[in-house]
């Protein structure tokens, strides 16, 4: 069993708040985490959709939870800095959530905790070379780019650095990947309140198609690459083996681990593999810097579920079957179409910010395969959430995991080893 922490503690929700899952727990509650001095009140703002979320609105929150309550320590030896050396030679932490007991396997493993009806979503999302670089036609000056989202042909929201010599109708030209300038170039026309800018290309007819010679993989800042040379087992291994559709800037890495023998041996077990898209971006990844979990404000996501996937979801939920999210992103999927269809999942292409954390009632998954997250991320904040369904105590189990991962020597972040909760 995993101990609570000393600090846990049950502790009366403030007098007349009678609250749903999504949002604070009735009196009695346990709160393993600290909170904000004023206490545990519902967000108005949140609560007033609960029932009827939409594509792009969040969930309740709980507005005194502090993201400091989120934190751990972690040797940086233990950050991985590169794939294993077969996708299925990772190591498999399996967490039972009924007992909160543990188990130690090997990834290839994973087919023993599968059986026949279960459904294993995966997020087929394809991540682009998104990272771009050039200088500025005018004083030479180098800029790193790094695409954020679409908005049409040769027109897309972008981080430029550095920020401070990013001003409107600056003129970039780009670089290929061996260093040499390009015919591509890029003019800055627009900004956003959160410094990102807008780019119109011009000198290729669409950019996605020049990416594969212009473009680096999008690695997240703890993978260290000292040359571009560096990163040609990147362009394959930052990648899974089932991406078809490009839109990611960053990869769904739960889903880096496996093989198509895997997936093969997987269906000859009876189990239902299927695929939803969800193009990873900032709100995937990026950090909660507010104090307080409220305050933060998620990024929208494009996805697109299907019918043959919704048929096979929705099917296996009457029947009692299992639905089995592989990543984060894959949950937030099924979970955002869920919100929209009474508990069914509906088919369609949509944009969620969802935002899941303690406590949160999972209405289509039931078991979700993971990596193991960066400390105060909107990613550790959901696997805490779906340790303990509708209750708080998710995140003490989750820290209490972590730390027995970090004692084992598992390897962390998006090519560390993976987590599987069921």
Not at 344 to 357: E, K, Q
């Amino acid at each position: 069993m995993i101990p609570r922490p000393a600090n846990y503690r049950r502790r009366p929700s403030p007098a007349g708040t009678n609250l749903n899952s999504r949002g604070c727990k009735p009196t009695g509650e346990a709160l393993p985490w600290p909170t904000d001095p004023a206490g545990v009140e519902p967000d108005a703002r949140g609560m007033a959709a609960a029932g009827r979320f939409d594509f792009d609105r969040g969930a309740g929150l709980c507005s005194g939870v502090l993201a400091s309550a989120f934190d751990f320590s972690l040797p940086p030896e233990l950050i991985a800095q590169a794939p294993a050396a077969a996708r299925d030679h990772s190591r498999l932490l399996v967490l039972l959530r009924p007992r909160s007991e543990i188990a130690h396997r090997q990834f290839a493993n994973l087919s023993g905790y599968l059986r026949a009806g279960d459904v294993l979503v995966l997020n087929d999302s394809k991540v682009i070379p998104a990272r771009l670089r050039g200088s500025n036609t005018r004083t030479g000056g180098e800029f790193e780019l790094l695409l954020l989202e679409e908005v049409g042909a040769n027109d897309w929201w972008t981080m430029v650095r550095p920020g401070k010599r990013a001003r409107t109708d600056t003129k970039i030209i780009l670089r290929n990947r061996d260093g040499d300038l390009t015919g591509v170039h890029a003019t800055i026309i627009d900004k956003n309140s959160e410094g990102h800018r807008r780019l119109h290309f011009a000198g290729t007819p669409n950019l996605l198609a020049d990416l594969a010679r212009l473009g680096e993989a999008p690695l997240p800042p703890y993978l260290k690459r000292a040359r571009a040379a560096d990163l040609q087992t990147d362009r394959e291994r930052y990648q899974t083996v089932y991406a078809r559709e490009a839109g990611s800037i960053a990869a769904p890495t739960a889903g880096l681990h496996f093989t198509p023998k895997m997936l093969e041996r997987i269906r000859g077990l009876g189990v239902k593999v299927c695929f939803v898209t969800l193009h990873v971006g900032l709100g995937t990844f990026a950090p909660v810097k507010t104090k307080t979990l409220a305050d933060h404000v998620m990024h929208a996501e494009r996805f697109v579920i299907g019918a043959d996937t919704a048929r096979i979801v929705n099917q296996a939920k009457r029947a009692g079957d299992r639905v089995i999210a592989v990543g984060t992103t894959t949950l937030r999927t099924l979970e955002t179409a869920a919100m929209n269809g009474d508990g069914r999942i509906v088919a369609g292409a949509g944009r969620t910010r969802m935002f899941i954390h303690p406590p949160f009632e999972f209405r289509i998954v039931d078991g979700l395969l993971t990596n193991f997250h960066l400390p105060r991320s909107t990613l550790l904040m959901l696997v805490s959430a779906f340790a303990a369904p509708k209750e708080t105590q998710g995140r003490a189990v989750v820290l209490s995991a972590y730390a027995e991962a970090v004692r084992q020597r598992y390897r962390f972040f998006s090519y560390g080893d993976a987590m599987l909760m069921v």
